[in-house]
T-cell receptor, first 115, second 114 residues
Framework: NAGVTQTPKFRILKIGQSMTLQCTQD?????MYWYRQDPGMGLKLIYY???????DKGEVPNGYNVSRSTTEDFPLRLELAAPSQTSVYFC??????????????FGQGTRLTVV | AQKITQTQPGMFVQEKEAVTLDCTYD???????LFWYKQPSSGEMIFLIY??????QNATEGRYSLNFQKARKSANLVISASQLGDSAMYFC???????????FGAGTTVTVRA
C-alpha cells in the first residue's frame, strides 16, 4: 500500500527557477497538507486543502502556490525559488472521520536546496 | 502565538531507562486532539500516540504513554524501557476541532546511550 507519495526526493534549484513538488495519496483522504521543516526545527504549515477544489493558506504561504483538482493529488508550486526556501517539504493527508483521533499520514519528504 | 511548546531541545537517556518528553499547548477550544510523532534520522514522520481532550484515561501504545494534564495544558510523552532505536526527534502536535490543520512543536531530540 503506497500511502502518501512525494516526488522528487531530492532537488537542487537555482535562484529564480520554478518547480512543482508532487504529492499523491491513495487513501481517499479529503484533507491534505504541505509542511516545510527547516534544519533542527518543527514543521510549519504552508498550505492545506479540505477537498478537491478547496485550498487555504497556512502559516508560511508566501512564495508558494497549490492546487487540488482531484482528491488524490496536491501539488506544491514554487514560482521563483529563493535560498530561504531551502528546506525539507512534507506532504500529509488525513481522513475525514468524525472524532479527533485521525492521525495525519506523511510522505517521505522532498529535500530542496536553492543555490 | 506559539500553540505547542517543547522546551527540551535535546535529551540523553540510558538504554532500558524511561524518558519523559515535555509538551505544553495553548488553545481556547474545548475539543482538540494531541499527537506525538517520531522522526528518525532517515527523516520520515511516524505516528506514535493520540490523546483526545475528552479522553478520561491517559493514552498508551506499547512502550509509549501520554501523561495528559488538561488543567495544566500539558501532554508529556513517556517512553519506557528505552531502546537504541528510539534515538530520534520527537514532535508534539495538536489539532483543534475548529481548525483543520495540525500544529507542531519545535521537537525534542532523544539520544539513547548503550
Amino acid at each position: 500500500n503506497a500511502g502518501v507519495t512525494q516526488t522528487p526526493k531530492f532537488r537542487i534549484l537555482k535562484i529564480g527557477q520554478s518547480m512543482t513538488l508532487q504529492c499523491t495519496q491513495d487513501m481517499n483522504h479529503n484533507y491534505m497538507y504541505w509542511y516545510r521543516q527547516d534544519p533542527g526545527m518543527g514543521l510549519k504549515l504552508i498550505y492545506y486543502s479540505v477537498g478537491a477544489g478547496i485550498t487555504d493558506k497556512g502559516e508560511v504561504p508566501n512564495g508558494y502556490n497549490v492546487s487540488r483538482s482531484t482528491t488524490e493529488d496536491f501539488p506544491l508550486r514554487l514560482e521563483l525559488a529563493a535560498p530561504s526556501q531551502t528546506s525539507v517539504y512534507f506532504c500529509a493527508s488525513r481522513s475525514e472521520r468524525t472524532g479527533m483521533n485521525t492521525e495525519a499520514f506523511f510522505g517521505q519528504g522532498t529535500r530542496l536546496t536553492v543555490v | 502565538a506559539q500553540k505547542i511548546t517543547q522546551t527540551q531541545p535535546g535529551m540523553f537517556v540510558q538504554e532500558k531507562e524511561a524518558v519523559t518528553l515535555d509538551c505544553t499547548y495553548d488553545t481556547s477550544d474545548q475539543s482538540y486532539g494531541l499527537f506525538w510523532y517520531k522522526q528518525p534520522s532517515s527523516g520520515e514522520m511516524i505516528f506514535l500516540i493520540y490523546q483526545g481532550s475528552y479522553d478520561e484515561q491517559n493514552a498508551t501504545e506499547g512502550r509509549y504513554s501520554l501523561n495528559f494534564q488538561k488543567a495544566r495544558k500539558s501532554a508529556n510523552l513517556v517512553i519506557s524501557a528505552s531502546q537504541l532505536g528510539d534515538s530520534a526527534m520527537y514532535f508534539c502536535a495538536m489539532r483543534e476541532v475548529s481548525k483543520y490543520k495540525l500544529s507542531f512543536g519545535a521537537g525534542t531530540t532523544v539520544t539513547v546511550r548503550a
